[in-house]
């Protein structure tokens, strides 16, 4: 069984920063890509960046040069370390895993139901 468990959102103000985790188990870190998505109200689910097993990573337009994706090996953790936050950032965040071990954000989002999903984690950026 697949289990992502995410922590680290919150409210903050425009141009802030916040650092997003997402737990999984030691095979899924090592064999599956890995993503977060957001969703804002009344949206579709989007991809906001994604890593496959050998540290490639792939950033969403509205991400790149904003967000960093990273992976601490010792944690089995996934990080999205989110700077310069802005209100159309407000959404709710879910972690990501791809069983295909080179998957990107483009990938996953066309077979989103093939993916397993953290519990979701709101963030929300106040002007």
């Known amino acids: 069984q697949v289990q992502l468990v995410e922590s680290g959102g919150g409210s903050v103000q425009a141009g802030e920063s916040l650092r997003l985790a997402c737990t999984a188990s030691?095979?899924?870190?090592?064999?599956?890509?890995l993503g977060w998505f957001r969703q804002a109200p009344g949206k579709e689910r989007e991809g906001v960046a994604s890593?496959?097993?050998?540290?490639?990573?792939r950033y969403a337009n509205s991400a790149e040069g904003r967000f960093t994706i990273s992976k601490d090996n010792a944690k089995n953790t996934l990080y999205l370390q989110m700077n310069s936050l802005k209100p159309e950032d407000t959404a709710m965040y879910y972690c990501?895993?791809?069983?295909?071990?080179?998957?990107?954000?483009?990938?996953?989002?066309?077979?989103?139901?093939?993916?397993?999903w953290g519990q979701g984690i709101q963030v929300t950026v106040s002007s």
């Open positions: 990501a895993a791809d069983p295909r071990s080179y998957s990107d954000i483009a990938t996953m989002a066309q077979s989103l139901g093939s993916l397993y």
């Open positions: 030691l095979y899924v870190y090592r064999s599956y890509s």
């Open positions: 890593i496959d097993i050998y540290g490639s990573t």
